[in-house]
């Protein structure tokens, strides 16, 4: 976001400042009492605040300047602004305000609010909104001033609200009680799963598992063994998948495949060691050990790139390994 980590800031809107003909144009009367006072009222404010001369020193600083920056209080007048800069534009940033000042350069800075930083006197970078201005001149002297408007409060709002979208993304799509992938996430995951196979011309396989007389396990053992299959069973499933592979929770006791850069024989193969490992494995449940068997329908993907359609056929293959016997793999 704040393109002074990396060099020159970054423009956040284009809000055109008029330049002053000079700043003792400003007062009226007393032009001293209304420099008091004027001083005073850059000091009582909450936004960061320097004026700096034609050498680019620091001829004024207010209170939250000192606050945010870190330097005593009074310290700050008379050392160059660089002091205040990150290292990849404190070289350029003199020499481009004295040119600005003697007429040879326009600025793309003044008159713009910018994502920028600027560095405590410990050395940390300050992520800030940088509105610089020319000030005109005083005693034919050029000046220009900037506010610094600290933005580490914003800023770890919005890292906030990321992390809150991004574990409200996570609940919306995945499965509470398996902590797997749930179907709308699996819907995603198909979508751009059959997209790339189309395009790359690589095979895909899709796949549905369904737990053998999980009706049974209920009836028999409770709902909370019945969770605790399922529980068991996606991490089996999980664990014998590919790392490529994906692996969701689409129903109450059905699980999605999908097999990308995967034909037939090769997701066979896949789902033969899944359905091995599931028959082979206890679920421990309040000292009764429980086993459970799947069946799986394997299909691939359609040549038009029809994931649903292929979602189809293997939930007919599925439907075909429980009508020969269960605990078995069929493919369309």
Do not use: C
């Not at 400042?17 to 009367?29: A, D, E, M, W, Y």
């Not at 679920?283 to 068997?293: G, K, L, M, N, S």
């Amino acid at each position: 976001m704040y393109d002074a980590y990396k060099g020159a800031p970054r423009a956040v809107r284009q809000t055109s400042l008029p330049r002053p003909p000079g700043i003792s144009t400003f007062f009226v009367g007393d032009k001293q009492m209304n420099r008091i006072l004027a001083l005073r009222l850059l000091d009582a404010a909450d936004d960061a605040a320097v004026i700096i001369d034609a050498g680019s020193r620091i001829r004024y600083a207010n209170d939250a300047m000192y606050a945010l920056s870190g330097y005593a209080v009074g310290s700050l007048p008379g050392q160059p602004i660089e002091a205040l800069l990150p290292d990849a534009v404190r070289e350029q940033h003199g020499a481009q305000i004295g040119a600005y000042l003697a007429g040879y350069k326009k600025s793309r800075v003044l008159g713009h609010k910018r994502h920028f930083a600027i560095r405590h006197r410990d050395g940390t970078m300050l992520p800030i909104v940088l509105k610089a201005m020319d000030l005109g001149t005083l005693d034919d002297e050029n000046f220009m001033g900037a506010f610094f408007i600290d933005q580490r409060r914003e800023l770890a709002i919005e890292q906030q609200n990321a992390a809150r979208w991004q574990q409200l993304q996570r609940i919306a799509l995945s499965d509470p009680l398996t902590q797997l992938p749930n179907r709308r996430a699996f819907e995603i995951d198909a979508v751009r799963t059959a997209a790339r196979s189309k395009r790359s011309g690589h095979p895909m396989t899709i796949g549905i598992a369904d737990i053998d007389f999980f009706k049974h396990v209920n009836d028999q053992h409770g709902h909370a063994a019945g969770d605790a299959v399922l529980q068991a069973i996606a991490a089996i499933i999980l664990a014998q998948a590919r790392a490529a592979d994906v692996v969701a929770r689409v129903g109450g006791e059905e699980f999605g495949l999908l097999f990308p850069h995967t034909d037939l024989a090769r997701a066979r193969q896949v789902a033969e060691r899944i359905r091995l490992a599931v028959a082979a494995a206890q679920v421990e449940f309040e000292h009764a050990p429980i086993t459970a068997t799947i069946s799986i329908g394997l299909a691939p993907l359609p040549a038009d790139g029809d994931w649903k359609a292929g979602f189809t056929q293997a939930d007919a293959a599925l439907y075909q390994a429980k009508k020969n016997g269960r605990n078995r793999v069929e493919q369309a």
